[in-house]
């Protein structure tokens, strides 16, 4: 069932993290929104989350560096990348660090359900 699974969001973009967290309850699963790295690893909620979804540029940590710094404490939560640059170099840099999507902004939610589905299907 849906409704147990939690995935979790952290983007700066308020109006962004509103709309993401929409589209996940639309689809029956729990979300929750941060507003950065740092609010998301305060929570707690890397040990029961089921996916992170994360933009690659914030103040403070990186969607990239949060990634690392999971890894780095042995938590294997697939993590989802959005970004709205275009430069390349970064978004090979975000391939590279293991995110299992990445997607360019402004995606669409078929983009994001596709991932979603994907990532919870492993």
Do not use: W
């Not at 929570?43 to 979804?53: F, L, V």
């Not at 780095?72 to 970064?90: F, S, Y």
């Not at 975000?94 to 979603?116: D, Q, T, W, Y």
Request: glycine letters at 8%; one cysteine or more.
């Amino acid at each position: 069932m849906n409704a147990g699974i939690l995935i979790s969001v952290v983007e700066d973009d308020e109006s962004m993290r509103h709309a993401v967290v929409r589209l996940i309850r639309s689809l029956g699963y729990r979300a929750s929104g941060h507003c950065s790295a740092e609010a998301f690893l305060a929570s707690g909620e890397s040990a029961t989350t089921r996916c992170i979804i994360t933009d690659i540029r914030m103040p403070g940590l990186s969607g990239i560096e949060l990634k690392g710094r999971l890894d780095a404490t042995g938590i294997a939560v697939p993590v989802i990348m959005v970004t709205a640059t275009q430069d390349d170099a970064l978004f090979e840099k975000a391939a590279a660090s293991g995110a299992v999507c990445i997607l360019r902004k402004p995606f669409e939610s078929a983009e994001m359900i596709s991932c979603i589905e994907g990532v919870l299907a492993r």
